[in-house]
């Protein structure tokens, strides 16, 4: 074994309609490991071309070793307003950093459309998520929270200097 061993690079990129499978896939391990998917689910992981990137979103695909083992979309709320959601890795490239990366692509992204407030909707148990999420700048805010039943948290960024 040599001293020094080099990380195989990540990347991050841009979805494609041939990643949709894997964008549900993806997202469906995690949503139903820990809770069921709902309605919202269903409509933006069985058509995130029509749902997420014909109205204005963008979706984020993270590869490792020659697989793709990571994603994150940015949901246009409006022309102000993204959502960063549907962020998932798998178990087996967790530790890497990718959530992080995914997290600041997008970040990136929204500044670049000119948004000036992205905002998420999580769940207190996803403890590791909600970490990521406060290293990224975003912060609690009060909600209603009625687009999922699983959410009871809503957090904030705002993409203003």
């Known amino acids: 074994m040599t001293p020094f061993t080099t990380p195989a690079t990540v990347s991050i990129i841009d979805y494609t309609p041939t990643h949709a499978t894997r964008f549900r896939e993806l997202n469906q391990a995690w949503i139903e490991r820990y809770f069921e998917m709902e309605e919202l689910d269903h409509k933006s992981l069985g058509d995130p071309d029509g749902y997420i990137i014909a109205k204005g979103g963008h979706i984020f695909m993270a590869e490792y070793q020659g697989e793709v083992v990571g994603a994150c979309a940015l949901i246009k709320v409006d022309d102000q307003t993204y959502e960063l959601a549907k962020m ?74």
């Open 88 to 161: 998932a890795v798998t178990d087996k490239a967790q530790g890497l950093k990718i959530g992080k990366r995914l997290g600041e692509t997008a970040i990136g992204k929204a500044r670049a459309l000119g948004a000036t407030t992205l905002m998420l909707l999580s769940n207190r148990k996803l403890e590791t998520a909600l970490y990521l999420y406060h290293k990224l700048g975003f912060v609690e805010v009060p909600d209603e929270l009625n687009e999922y039943k699983r959410a009871d948290i809503k957090m904030v960024l705002a993409l203003v200097p």
